[in-house]
């Protein structure tokens, strides 16, 4: 087995990068820009990332895991379908790239992983994992191990259906719950006002009546979403994950009001909703947990 392992996770916006011992201590992690829109920019500079952590390793003797969106192929080589974004990363063979067997998985699944081995969901046998950024994913964890389905497409929550006559989403999904809140449609959301869910929440801070509406108006189409969730799979806990869960209170307190309002709770059964252990890193942490798995 090797001596370390570097996780990659794939946003729209950043390049989250991390390296772990085989022990799964942290020791050392990165941020880098996407430049989504250029694949081979967002390319090297996920190469760059790799030279970065492996001089920090001082070693050569270590795996590497990909966190993206999308689902993998039955290999996990490489993500073989991915509508809409990233374009170049449809059968993208990151082990050319990188000179080196590299395992890839979808990002929704790998923060799964992170938390299911480490972190939140941790000795549950129950549990959903919500991702909120520049999209909307999702993982199931059923019996205490990852479910994927057939074709590895289950757990793509953002592509629940909110509003049968909404607009279509990458999927083709009508008013799914991607659009509702994942940061691709801000502006759309906000009608130009603002380009991104971060400046989004700066004005709702300071009272502006505007954001308020939108941001609360997502955050309910988020509580509908769970609990339809719910009432499918039953989870004991709800896990949310990515860059818009750094909202902290303004998130999760009115996201609790709204599920007060339409989670169904059954002998007065209440699922628990809590943030990511790992935060916008559970991707790449997953990542990293999946490709140990595989180097044998």
């Given at each position: ?253 009115p996201l609790d009001h709204f599920m007060a309002l339409y989670e169904w709770r059954a002998g007065g059964n209440k699922t628990a909703i809590i943030k990511s252990q790992f ?18």
């Amino acid at each position: 087995m090797s001596k370390a392992v570097i996780g990659i996770d794939l946003g729209g916006t950043r390049i989250k990068s991390i390296a772990l011992d085989k022990q799964g201590n942290i020791l050392e992690q990165l941020y880098e820009p996407t430049h989504d829109g250029d694949d081979a920019v967002w390319k090297q500079a996920t190469a760059a990332c790799i030279e970065k952590l492996k001089a920090k390793l001082g070693t050569d003797d270590f795996v590497i895991g990909i966190s993206a969106p999308g689902l993998p192929n039955e290999k996990n080589s490489a993500i073989a379908y991915m509508p809409g974004r990233l374009q170049g990363l449809e059968n993208f063979d990151w082990s050319s790239l990188f000179n080196r067997k590299t395992w890839v998985l979808n990002d929704a699944v790998s923060a799964m992983m992170a938390e299911a081995k480490l972190g939140a969901a941790k000795d549950k046998k129950h549990a959903v994992l919500i991702t909120l950024g520049t999209g909307v994913g999702g993982a199931i964890l059923i019996d205490g191990k990852p479910y994927q389905g057939s074709f590895q497409k289950a757990g793509h929550i953002g592509h629940i259906t909110l509003h049968h006559e909404g607009e279509p989403d990458v999927t083709g999904m009508p008013g799914s719950l991607e659009d509702a809140i994942g940061n691709c449609t801000i502006q759309k959301r906000s009608h130009g006002k603002f380009k991104d869910t971060h400046s989004l929440l700066e004005a709702y801070r300071k009272g502006d009546h505007f954001a308020r509406t939108v941001w609360l108006t997502s955050v309910r189409k988020l509580a509908v979403g769970i609990a339809c969730v719910t009432n499918v799979l039953s989870p004991e806990i709800v896990i949310l994950a990515g860059g818009i869960t750094e909202a902290g209170e303004d998130l999760f307190e009115p996201l609790d009001h709204f599920m007060a309002l339409y989670e169904w709770r059954a002998g007065g059964n209440k699922t628990a909703i809590i943030k990511s252990q790992f935060g916008d890193m559970a991707g790449a942490i997953g990542a990293a947990c999946f490709a140990l798995t595989q180097d044998k």
